[in-house]
C-alpha cells in the first residue's frame, strides 16, 4: 500500500518521525517553502513542496493509496480538496486531527470576517496571532495601522507582504513559535495590546499559553472558531492506527528497551522534579517524589486530583529548568512527546506516562519496610506482573520490621 501524507502541522511532522523509525516509506506533501525546512531529513520520508489543487493531488493517488490528512484544522479548503481526490481515485482517506480546546471566558466570532466586524465595534490595540493567511481583511479595521500588531513567520515571502498591506515595521513580530506564556505575556506588554486574537490552535499550537498570558494582563481573547466540526484521530490513535494497518516493526530503540533498566537509587533531597499533568497518575508521582524529599513543581490548566498545582497553566519548555527529573503525565500525546523530546534535548531525565519508548527512567513501585527500600519496574508493558510482584516484596519487607 502506497503512503501519502498531507502535512503541515507539528502533528503531522511527529507522525513522519513514527513512521520513518519504523521502516514505513511515505511521500510527504507540505504547501510552503517553511513546511519543507522544519522536516529534518528522515529515512523512508520523501518530501514535496509546493499547493496542489484537486487534480493534481488525485494524479498523485490509486485505489492503493492510504492517504493521511494531517494538515492544520483551519485549512478546510485544503481537507475538502483532499477529500475530493480520494473520492474520485478511490484512495483511503484518514484524517489525523489536532484536538479543539475549551475557551471559556473568551469571545469568540466564526470568522475573520466577523473578527474585524468585532475589533471595530471595541476600541483597543490588538496582538494578532492568526499568522498572515488573513492579514489583508484585518486592512478594514478601523485605524488598523495604529491598533494592530501582526505575529508572523520570519519569512521573506511573509514580510514581503506585510510590507506591501502597509503594516509598520515597528507593529510586525516576526518570530517562529511556539511561544511561551512568559513570552506573550511580555508581547502583549509591550505592544500595550488590550485585545489578543487567536484561533482554536490546540495544546500543540500553544492555545493554553495565550489564554494564561491574556488572563494575566487582563486583555480580552477574540478566538476565530474552527470553520466546521470534524471528526478524525488524534496522534497517538493514528500511530496506533498505521502501526497495525502497515504492519510496522518497532522502531530500533524500542526494540533495545529488550534490556533491562539498571535499578539506580539516587537522592532526591531538595531536587527539582517537575510533574506536568495533574490527574491520578501524577498525584501518584507527585506523593512518592515528595516522600522521598524533592522540591516538586506542578504544571497543569486544571488540577483535577486536587494535587496543589505550582503553574495553573499549560506546559512551557521554560518549566524544566534547572530540574533533576521530570514526569510527563498528561491526557495529551503530543504534549508529552514534545516534554520528551525537551528533556532529552536538556540532557533531564523523564518518565513519559503513555509511552515507555520515550522514557528516559522508567518510575517504579517503591517497596519500603525495616529499613529498606526497593523498587520494581518491567521492561514498559507488564503492569499487572509489576504490581503483584510489588505487593508480594512489601509483605516480606513488612515481616523485617
Known amino acids: 500500500m502506497k503512503l501519502v501524507v498531507f502535512s503541515g502541522t507539528s502533528e503531522g511532522h511527529a507522525l513522519c518521525r513514527f513512521l520513518s523509525a519504523r521502516g514505513a516509506r511515505a511521500d510527504v506533501y507540505v504547501a510552503t517553502e ?30 492503493d493509496t492510504l492517504l493521511v490528512d494531517a494538515t492544520h484544522p483551519y485549512a478546510a479548503a485544503v481537507t475538502d480538496n483532499l477529500r475530493a481526490a480520494c473520492a474520485r481515485t478511490g484512495a483511503q482517506y484518514e484524517r489525523l486531527l489536532r484536538p479543539a480546546t475549551t475557551s471559556d471566558g473568551c469571545e469568540t466570532v466564526p470568522d475573520t470576517a466577523a473578527a474585524v466586524a468585532w475589533l471595530n465595534a471595541h476600541p483597543g490595540k490588538a496582538l494578532l496571532t492568526t499568522g498572515s493567511k488573513e492579514l489583508d481583511a484585518y486592512t478594514a479595521v478601523e485605524n488598523w495601522r495604529e491598533r494592530l500588531y501582526p505575529r508572523v513567520l520570519a519569512t521573506a515571502s511573509v514580510l514581503q507582504k506585510c510590507e506591501a498591506l502597509g503594516f509598520p515595521g515597528a507593529h510586525l513580530i516576526a518570530m517562529q513559535g511556539p511561544f511561551s506564556h512568559e513570552m506573550n505575556v511580555a508581547l502583549l506588554r509591550q505592544t500595550g495590546a488590550d485585545i489578543l486574537v487567536t484561533k482554536d490552535t490546540g495544546a500543540s499550537g500553544g492555545f493554553a499559553e495565550k489564554l494564561s498570558a491574556a488572563r494575566e494582563v487582563g486583555a480580552i481573547v ?180
Open 34 to 63: 517553511y513546511g519543507a525546512a522544519v522536516m529534518e531529513p528522515m529515512d523512508g520520508v520523501t518530501v514535496h513542496e509546493g499547493r496542489l489543487d484537486t487534480a493534481e493531488i488525485a494524479a498523485r493517488l490509486d485505489a
Open 222 to 401: 477574540l478566538v476565530i472558531a474552527r470553520p466546521r466540526a470534524e471528526t478524525g484521530r488524534t496522534l497517538a490513535e493514528m500511530q496506533a492506527y498505521l502501526a497495525q494497518t502497515l504492519g510496522l516493526a518497532e522502531p530500533k530503540a524500542a526494540q533495545a528497551e529488550a534490556l533491562p533498566r539498571f535499578p539506580l537509587f539516587v537522592s532526591l533531597a531538595g531536587k527539582k522534579c517537575v510533574v506536568i499533568g495533574a490527574g491520578k497518575i501524577a498525584a501518584r508521582r507527585i506523593g512518592v517524589l515528595k516522600h522521598f524529599g524533592a522540591a516538586v513543581v506542578v504544571v497543569a490548566p486544571e488540577d483535577k486530583a486536587g494535587v496543589g498545582l505550582t503553574h495553573c497553566r499549560g506546559y512551557e519548555k521554560s518549566d524544566l529548568s534547572g530540574a533533576f527529573l521530570a514526569v510527563a503525565a498528561t491526557n495529551d500525546r503530543a504534549v508529552n512527546h514534545r516534554i520528551a523530546q525537551d528533556c532529552a534535548a536538556l540532557g533531564i531525565l523523564c518518565s513519559v506516562a503513555d509511552c515507555a519508548g520515550e522514557s528516559t527512567f522508567f518510575f517504579p513501585a517503591v517497596c519500603e519496610g525495616g529499613g529498606l527500600t526497593a523498587g520494581v519496574v518491567s521492561r514498559g508493558a507488564a503492569h499487572g506482573k509489576t504490581a503483584a510482584a510489588a505487593k508480594r516484596i512489601r509483605a516480606v519487607l513488612e515481616e523485617m520490621q
